[in-house]
């Protein structure tokens, strides 16, 4: 009986076993029903965690009409109208650079390439049945294939409810870098208010007797600036991390794939080196869609540029030439 047991799984191992397939591949498959109602749960809450952030976005903007701009005008007409138009300038921005992210499809690739040679170069996804360049992944949210794609997170959902790819990344990163701006200027503008109103919130209410009125001001003023400073320091580290991103040329996707590349070439004693990294001016102008003529004075003003540059399309001038490298070494 024991030997029938043995054999039977040994037929059974010989149709399920792939030598491609990593130790991990079991545990996948396992909570493949759990990332399924994971998917839905997150396609169902994207529309009302946008609704959120537009909420708490006019909350803040209506108290700080109401705390904060009263206070700016007792600064004197040069400093106030500095303080009101720096204000109003990022209130544009991060309204018109959310609006872009939101709307703007990340970019899908062609189910009809115009060049039928170029999609030959290019492996089939499995989910979608269309060619994927270089730089492209399927996102289980979206259902679709993604160029370029960065990250389709939990916080990319709570703050623009889309996937970013190559054609929103650089209004995702512009909206994080101005919605910081926003927070931290509400942040340290108020600062000595929060502090008052923080130090007043720790007395004996018995013995100040508030008027209703300023204890509502109060309460307001508290929960403008703990919300102003958590986000303000949540953006810092989040954006922080996305510009080295841009820096260096990378996706999230491809920071995973990167880090085993170059502990595996670290091991045969070579050093790992981003194909797709061109320099720091080169990537962040590839990112934000300004050529070489063109100044990084258009970030100042809320306009929609496209990215300038395919990466794939050099890969695939790379294989036509026979120059092309799946990971390019050199040694150390």
């Known amino acids: 009986m024991l030997r029938q047991i043995k054999f039977l799984h040994y037929v059974l191992k010989s149709f399920l076993y792939n030598s491609f397939n990593s130790s991990l591949t079991l545990i996948e498959t396992a909570f493949q029903p759990t990332l399924f109602c994971f998917d839905i749960l997150i396609r169902i809450l994207g529309p009302l965690f946008v609704v959120l952030v537009i909420g708490l976005t006019t909350v803040v903007v209506v108290l700080y009409y109401r705390l904060l701009v009263p206070r700016i005008l007792t600064y004197g007409f040069i400093r106030s109208s500095c303080h009101l138009l720096y204000a109003h300038w990022l209130l544009v921005n991060i309204c018109h650079q959310y609006y872009r992210a939101v709307c703007t499809e990340p970019g899908y690739p062609d189910e009809n390439p115009e060049n039928a040679i170029e999609a030959l170069h290019y492996p089939v996804c499995k989910a979608c049945i269309v060619a994927k360049p270089p730089r492209t992944h399927h996102c289980r949210i979206c259902r679709r294939c993604i160029m370029?794609?960065?990250?389709?997170?939990?916080?990319?959902?709570?703050?623009?409810?889309?996937?970013?790819?190559?054609?929103?990344?650089?209004?995702?990163?512009?909206?994080?870098?101005?919605?910081?701006?926003?927070?931290?200027?509400?942040?340290?503008?108020?600062?000595?208010?929060?502090?008052?109103?923080?130090?007043?919130?720790?007395?004996?209410?018995s013995k100040l007797n508030l008027a209703s009125e300023y204890e509502t001001d109060q309460s307001s003023a508290l929960f403008l600036g703990i919300l102003c400073a958590t986000v303000a320091f949540i953006l810092l580290l989040f954006t922080g991390w996305h510009c080295f991103l841009i820096s260096t040329n990378q996706t999230t996707i491809e920071t995973y794939a990167n880090k085993k590349k170059k502990k595996l070439l670290k091991k045969k004693g070579k050093r790992f080196r981003n194909k797709y990294d061109r320099g720091f001016v080169s990537n962040w102008r590839s990112v934000l869609g300004i050529s070489r003529n063109d100044s990084f004075a258009l970030l100042l003003w809320p306009k929609a540029l496209p990215p300038i540059r395919d990466d794939y399309r050099t890969d695939y001038s790379n294989k036509l030439n026979g120059n092309f490298i799946v990971e390019t070494v050199r040694s150390v």
């Open 148 to 205: 370029k794609m960065d990250h389709h997170c939990l916080i990319s959902v709570a703050w623009v409810n889309n996937c970013v790819g190559r054609n929103n990344h650089r209004y995702f990163i512009l909206f994080c870098v101005y919605m910081f701006l926003g927070t931290l200027y509400v942040s340290l503008s108020g600062y000595d208010l929060f502090l008052d109103q923080l130090y007043l919130q720790l007395q004996d209410r």
